[in-house]
């Protein structure tokens, strides 16, 4: 059982729009920065966004956002090589301890 | 640019040990702190511990604590986690990752470990 919880599977069409949420409480999302990781056919995770930051070489077609205790992660103008496995990830305050959610494999038919 | 290279896996027996390395490059190793994060086969990822800048504060998941201990060396830009009382449930691949404060921006390639009699 994860502490964040994200949507087990997700798909969409090339040069779809789609959107990854994370949910958690108060002790981690609700008060901190979010991490994005992609994880392609289980090689070395890359981070695609790290609270509103953009890591070098990522493209603009990712962008997250926050709304209390769940985070989003939106792919604009969805590309085949985004097919992928996302996971999220913070800091909980209560636990003393990073956490992670279970992770979503993304799809692109 | 950023690079974490892993070093140290392999096999090991049930409550055997083993250290994982983690060499650092392309940034200011002492200013940041670093984490390990695994992944068991055919699992999701896994947060193992953190270790601030300086090596004063040390965070460990509930699953570790006790058995592993995080450590650095600043003067050679290296990560480490020593790995006693090791268990089946332990086998998995093992990441270090720079923090960005709540967030890891870089990871390393990852290495196996593999405990198995």
């Known amino acids: 059982q994860s502490a964040l919880t994200q949507e087990a599977s997700v798909s969409g069409t090339v040069g779809q729009k789609v959107t990854l949420s994370c949910t958690g409480n108060?002790?981690?999302?609700?008060?901190?920065?979010v991490g994005w990781y992609q994880q392609i056919s289980h090689g070395a995770p890359k981070t695609v966004m790290f609270g509103n930051s953009l890591p070098s070489g990522i493209p603009d077609r990712f962008s997250a956002s926050k709304s209390g205790t769940t985070a989003s992660l939106t792919i604009s103008g969805l590309q085949p090589e985004d097919e992928a496995d996302y996971y999220c990830s913070t800091w909980d305050y209560s636990l003393s301890a990073w956490v992670f959610g279970g992770g979503t494999k993304l799809t692109v038919l | 640019q950023v690079q974490l290279v892993e070093s140290g896996g392999g096999v090991v027996q049930p409550g055997g040990s083993l250290r994982l390395s983690c060499a650092a490059s392309g940034f200011t190793f002492s200013s940041f702190g670093m984490h390990w994060v695994r992944q068991a086969p055919g699992k999701g990822l896994q947060w193992v511990a953190f270790i601030r800048y300086d090596g004063a504060t040390q965070y460990y998941a509930d699953s570790v604590k006790g058995r592993f201990t995080i450590s650095r060396d600043n003067s050679n830009n290296t990560l480490y986690l020593q790995m006693n009382s090791l268990r089946a449930e332990d086998t998995a691949v093992y990441y270090c990752?720079?923090?960005?404060?709540?967030?890891?921006?870089?990871w390393g390639q990852g290495l196996l470990v593999t405990v198995s009699s």
């Open positions: 108060f002790n981690n999302i609700g008060s901190y920065a």
């Open positions: 990752a720079k923090d960005a404060n709540t967030a890891m921006d870089y």
